[in-house]
């Protein structure tokens, strides 16, 4: 992709995330009853899924984005990248993952103070505050860090493709499974995939903006 259509592409998506973003945090903020009528909706949907076997499955995924599992991963990335002299997508991960989907996130779980989901059993324990959800912003930012990093790391078109499928599949399953287990709301999830999403595509927007990202390797 041509580098200044990339500047273009990443530069929309944060605006539009935020954006999105934006409404959420507007619409719950002001407790619109409609906005509480369609998570109810959503959440009821994918609750009414539950069985014994699918339930193990939904909370064996939510559990591999719990925030220690995600501090773990990101810590072996960071050393993996290290280890190969890749500083700047080492600082790249960093500031996504600890900062925009860790204590970002958690400041505005802080500020919003929305209370989790009560209308169903919850299937894992969760402690603290609903919006945005924790899950979601952090795996948008750790496996949207994968994703740049095979961008720029993994030369062969076809192992990107399936190493990205994999990546976005994993966010979206993450996400998915706290609805599924009761602890969030899918107003929640969207919040917190677009608060990460944001801040990653503004994040890579000022890297490629100040060179401060590695040339893409090529077959």
């Known amino acids: 992709m041509p580098a200044k259509r990339l500047h273009q592409q990443l530069l929309l998506t944060s605006l539009a995330a935020y954006f999105i973003f934006g409404i959420l945090l507007y619409l719950v903020l002001q407790q619109g009853p409609w906005l509480q009528q369609i998570d109810l909706q959503v959440n009821h949907w994918f609750t009414g899924l539950r069985t014994p076997s699918l339930n193990s499955v939904m909370i064996t995924i939510t559990n591999f984005g719990n925030p220690g599992n995600s501090t773990l991963l990101n810590a072996v990335l960071l050393v993996v990248l290290l280890s190969f002299q890749q500083r700047q997508l080492a600082v790249f991960s960093l500031l996504n993952v600890a900062l925009i989907g860790g204590l970002g996130n958690h400041l505005l779980k802080l500020a919003v103070m929305r209370p989790r989901p009560t209308a169903v059993a919850h299937l894992v324990a969760a402690g603290g505050t609903s919006f945005p959800s924790g899950h ?7 496996f949207g860090t994968l994703i740049v990093i095979t961008y720029y ?4 078109a076809k192992q990107r493709y399936v190493l990205y499928s994999l990546w976005i599949s994993l966010i979206i399953l993450i996400g998915l499974s706290r609805i599924y287990v009761g602890v969030h709301n899918a107003s929640d999830v969207l919040a917190g995939w677009t608060w990460s999403l944001a801040g990653l595509s503004l994040c890579w927007w000022l890297f490629l903006l100040n060179h401060l990202l590695p040339e893409r390797r090529s077959v």
């Open 136 to 142: 979601s912003a952090g795996s948008m930012a750790f």
């Open 153 to 156: 790391l993994v030369p062969a």
